[in-house]
């Protein structure tokens, strides 16, 4: 049984973690310049593998994507958009997504029974939430995509990763914010049930 006087340790209340909390907002404008810290990502990672995890299995893995991984994802995701949505479109999201500083890839290891492989997604999906928030925590945003390029073969293939062991759950874009978006949540009555 953990001792209250080691939970009331905390180097911080639970206000300064509410505050954190609502302020990590998606950010989908960047200013042009990189993070010029690596450190501080692996940082971000490390603490991301401390999600909690179902039999600690561990699932996510996480690929930093360099130059050339973005052109081909950029361009990937360009094909793809132009036969679905047109050229003009398509060439949008080129130069859109060309500008997006920082990339990280966040897979999961795939399992065939079902449960421990809904258990595994949303233990990657807590990872990316410790991710974003100690990101945010040292005045860097991000973005987290999930679009059609990333169940490709060839965006796995460019991430370094093996389509046939794991799968793409999350396309992070880092960087410094150009603005913070503000955005509005569902009041407790709304979203909430006691019952006895």
Known sequence: MTDRA?????????????????????????????????????????VARWAPNHHVTEPWRFALLGPAAQARIVELNTALVTASKGADVGEAKRERWAKMPGWLAVTC??????????????????????LTLYLHSAGVASKWVSGAVTRESAFME????????????????????????????????EIMRERD
């Open 158 to 189: 460019a991430i370094g990763a093996d389509p046939d062991a794991e799968y793409c759950v999350g396309l992070i874009w880092y960087g410094y914010p150009l603005r913070r978006p503000k955005s509005q949540r569902k009041g407790l009555s």
């Open 6 to 46: 080691t939970l009331s340790d905390s180097p911080v209340t639970p206000a300064q973690t509410a505050e954190l909390l609502r302020g990590r907002r998606t950010v989908d404008r960047f200013r042009t310049d990189t993070v010029p810290d690596k450190t501080l990502i692996h940082e971000a990672i490390e």
């Open 109 to 130: 290891q795939s399992q065939e029974d079902p449960v421990t492989a809904r258990e595994d997604y949303a233990a990657c999906a807590c990872a990316i939430q410790n």
